[in-house]
């Protein structure tokens, strides 16, 4: 009974034993296992995020990429091959403009004027007359608040812009709802198209997004047969619903000229089009 006794605590130590042994080496190399990731999983975690800028050109904040865009069109052709040109703000500061003249990928500049039925841009008188002094084709453009009155944009307009001395076309730029409908929206658009076809004698161009044009103009059968400047900032020339024709397509906000701190935006003519087509 007394030897039964003593072999059972001694199996007993030597099981303990054996369980130590095994927690003091086993569980290591099994926790380190389990730390280890097979080339599967390491391949699952390495994602390539995708670009999808946002198509729809905001002055105040244009889009920003993660890197800069190696897109096709910006490695620029020699001049005379593709008509570029740029828009300016006040966003962009004080403009050298003798430098921007010798820059021969500036074909033509739009200078923003006004923007709703109060805001003039302080920028625009000198910004005019420095590019008609360097010999740049220079037009104007008003920022349209389609919550406000159509006529009184209009007014603030041609109060500040002196029509007969444009070399440009007026140019609506048209990108926001501001909370109203679809169909305010493009009756109050219409109205100021036809207040500046009456002061120019000519139809103005307007300016929008990609998407803006797809969702808020494509379903105004008068809308769609005015001349398109279109923003648009990806790999690939935009497609307009309808595969509806545009003149000139802006195809980034984060552009460099020489003269110009910062960033600009910047747009060319498209295909068959010309200069001449939004020459005034």
């Known amino acids: 009974m007394k030897i039964t006794l003593v072999m059972a605590q001694t199996t007993h130590l030597y099981i303990k034993i054996l369980l130590s042994i095994c927690l003091l080496f086993c569980f290591p190399v099994m926790w380190a296992q389990k730390g280890k990731k097979t080339d599967k999983q390491k391949e699952a975690e390495f994602v390539i995020p995708e670009i999808f800028p946002d198509p729809i050109a905001k002055k105040a904040k244009p889009d920003r990429h993660p890197g800069a865009l190696e897109m096709p069109m910006l490695a620029l052709k020699s001049a005379g091959e593709e008509v570029h ?7 962009q500061g004080r403009v050298n403009w003798d430098e921007v003249a010798k820059d021969p990928n500036v074909h033509y500049v739009y200078l923003k004027a006004t923007e709703g039925v109060k805001m003039v841009d302080d920028t625009y008188a000198y910004n005019f007359r420095e590019c008609k002094r360097v010999g740049l084709k220079v037009g104007s453009y008003l920022f349209f608040r389609p919550n406000l009155s159509a006529r009184e944009q209009f007014k603030l307009f041609v109060s500040k812009v002196d029509t007969k001395s444009q070399d440009l076309l007026p140019l609506i ?4 709802i501001k909370g109203v409908s679809v169909r305010l929206f493009q009756r109050r658009l219409l109205e100021l198209c036809d207040l500046l076809e009456k002061e120019y004698g000519k139809k103005p161009i307007i300016y929008t997004g990609r998407n803006f044009y797809n969702k808020h103009i494509y379903s105004n059968s008068r809308l769609r047969t005015y001349k398109y400047f279109i923003a648009s900032y990806t790999f690939e020339e935009p497609v307009l619903s309808g595969d509806d024709d545009y003149l000139m397509w802006q195809y ?12 600009v935006d910047q747009s060319r003519m498209m295909g068959k089009h010309s200069l001449a087509e939004i020459m005034y």
Do not use: L, M, P
């Not at 040109?85 to 966003?91: C, E, L, R």
């Not at 730029?173 to 926001?176: G, I, L, N, Q, T």
């Open 252 to 263: 980034t906000a984060t552009g460099r000229v020489k003269g110009i701190r910062g960033d």
């Open 85 to 91: 040109g740029i828009d300016v703000s006040h966003y």
């Open 173 to 176: 730029d048209a990108e926001v």
